[in-house]
């Protein structure tokens, strides 16, 4: 029992995989082909347009390689510690994204994936587009802009490469980055990709592999192999290739050693060669040419059953968000008004707080200045009935003064002055009174003035809004060192007829500007390599990746074979 197992363990080998998006690791025979772990791996992550990806190794010599889908696993030549360690990667690029790219699943890795060579420096970025492409990276991560969520610091480092030419601090970058995310907020996490894609295909080293070569004369040249064909570049300028041969222009590719042969599909055209410095560099670039030039021509033909299944699938899909997506859309601004109803519902109750309260102490000073006044009539009363019983007491004693004439001098004379103090008592009250009549006339005025003032106001101070609401490949390439290739020479050739993405919109173009006026005072010119110098050339004169294509085509294929052979 325990010999079965240990005969069985050394028959199986543990394959660890690196996807885009997760760490894979499976049990899988040694001398299992590698299209069964292919099939393993998209089978686990859901992946059904196979035809874009491979799965690449470190072969013996430490160069990346892909897995021969047709041989063994144990049949590769891994380098020391990295057996069956792999990498499932994007191998092959779609001319247009937003066309080809069906499943949300083949768009995150090709996300993920351009992203990184675009860090790595693998694909060349102007520094504008690439805050441009931040801003996207920030609402895959985050989701739309929200200033209530919008996090308040970023890691620059994995979202801008080549900052050191600039005197712009991780707070400046911050800033610059969170106003281009501020202009996201109804963006959905697949159109961010997808739109990240459209801007970075393109960039003009994007999906481009590139081989070093020499042509017939030993003139070091790079080979660049891409969706749209061959393309011959100087070995200093990788912007910007001389020389280019769509796929529909080649029949037929092979090789011999270090020799590689392109037979052109022009008869006029004579075949030519290149030279590499390893016969498996000349594998490596037949495979890929051998992929790219079958997608080329099946773009240029009716979709498969499989593909229009696929599509019909995800426009379904696509239709169902975007129909959830307005949806949510509409409650996020019906919340927006419901909040801002609350904020202007919160001021004006604020405000008839601050009326109440100014009017509760209008009104306590007009209780008060009752009070006054009642307290000066209760004196004003008091006085009076004191005036009445001294007025009283005064004809008394008239009276009782004629009635004794016959009293003495003495008594006339007591009288008389008694007479005279109640006279002078009585003056003194009449004055008096008429000081508090002055007195009671000025606060009965300045009542009547309070009373004016208040009561043509009314105070609502319950307002409205109680029910406001608050809510918030899949074939490899044979073991033979030639290919014959479908020869279509009429096949359209719609790349020459495409511009880029943000020359479709004013206000991308108007923003780009923007960021680069204001990155260029930032910018430190003594630290500005080549490649950066050499795009700004390509900016000043014009030029564009679509533009570069149509000029490096130009003549037929017999011309710019010459052109390659003389170089």
């Given at each position: ?295 080329y021509m099946r773009r240029r033909k009716t979709d498969s059953i499989e593909v229009q299944q696929m599509k019909i ?255």
């Amino acid at each position: 029992m325990i010999k079965d197992m240990l005969k069985k363990m050394k028959k199986t080998v543990k394959v660890k995989v690196i996807t885009a998006e997760s760490q894979l690791e499976f049990e899988m025979p040694k001398n299992a082909p590698g299209k069964d772990l292919f099939n393993q791996i998209v089978s686990t992550i859901g992946l059904r347009e196979v035809w874009y990806f491979g799965i690449q190794y470190t072969d013996k010599d430490g160069n990346p390689a892909f897995l021969r889908l047709d041989k063994k696993l144990s049949s590769h030549e891994f380098a020391d510690g990295h057996a069956y360690n792999f990498r499932f990667m994007v191998k092959y690029y779609p001319e247009s994204v937003e066309e080809e790219l069906i499943q949300t699943c083949t768009i995150s890795h090709f996300y993920l994936q351009v992203k990184s060579d675009i860090m790595s420096g693998k694909i060349y970025c102007p520094i504008e587009t690439a805050v441009l492409l931040a801003s996207y990276a920030c609402v895959v991560r985050y989701g739309p802009y929200d200033p209530k969520t919008c996090p308040e610091s970023l890691p620059i480092d994995r979202l801008i490469h080549n900052r050191g030419q600039f005197k712009k601090t991780d707070k400046e970058w911050y800033e610059t980055i969170i106003e281009c995310y501020s202009e996201h907020p109804y963006m959905t996490t697949e159109e961010a990709m997808v739109q990240y894609l459209q801007i970075a295909q393109d960039l003009e080293m994007y999906g481009v592999e590139t081989f070093p070569i020499k042509n017939k004369k030993g003139t070091p040249l790079v080979l660049g192999v891409d969706s749209l064909g061959l393309s011959i570049y100087e070995p200093d300028n990788l912007l910007v290739p001389k020389i280019g041969f769509p796929w529909s222009e080649i029949r037929n590719l092979s090789f011999h050693d270090k020799k590689f042969v392109i037979k052109p599909s022009d008869k006029t055209a004579k075949e030519f060669f290149f030279l590499v410095d390893k016969t498996k560099t000349n594998k490596r670039i037949l495979e890929l040419c051998t992929g790219n030039h079958e997608l080329y021509m099946r773009r240029r033909k009716t979709d498969s059953i499989e593909v229009q299944q696929m599509k019909i699938q995800a426009k379904e899909e696509r239709e169902m968000r975007e129909t959830e997506k307005q949806r949510l859309n509409e409650e996020r601004l019906l919340r927006k008004e419901n909040e801002q109803k609350l904020e202007e519902l919160k001021a004006e109750m604020l405000k008839k707080e601050s009326d109440f309260a100014q009017m509760t102490a209008k009104m306590q000073a007009y209780q008060n200045k009752v009070n006054e006044l009642e307290a000066m009539l209760e004196q004003e009363r008091k006085a009076r009935e004191e005036l009445q019983s001294n007025q009283n007491k005064l004809t008394k004693m008239n009276k009782q003064l004629a009635e004794e004439t016959a009293a003495t001098q003495e008594e006339r004379d007591r009288l008389r002055k008694e007479r005279d103090e109640v006279q002078r008592k009585i003056e003194q009250q009449k004055n008096l009174m008429a000081a508090k009549e002055a007195e009671k006339a000025k606060a009965e005025a300045e009542l009547l003035k309070m009373r004016e003032e208040s009561s043509p106001k009314k105070s609502h101070v319950n307002g409205r809004g109680d029910n406001i609401s608050q809510e918030d490949e899949s074939d490899a390439v044979e073991d033979c060192n030639a290919k014959e290739f479908e020869v279509n020479i009429n096949a359209s050739r719609i790349e020459e007829t495409r511009v880029t993405e943000v020359s479709k919109h004013q206000n991308l173009q108007k923003k780009l500007e923007n960021l680069k006026s204001e990155l260029n005072q930032a910018r430190d010119e003594s630290k500005m390599k080549d490649i950066d110098r050499r795009h700004e050339y390509n900016v000043r004169e014009g030029n564009d990746k679509y533009k570069t294509l149509r000029n490096i085509r130009k003549g037929n294929t017999m011309s710019r074979v010459e052109q390659f052979e003389s170089m």
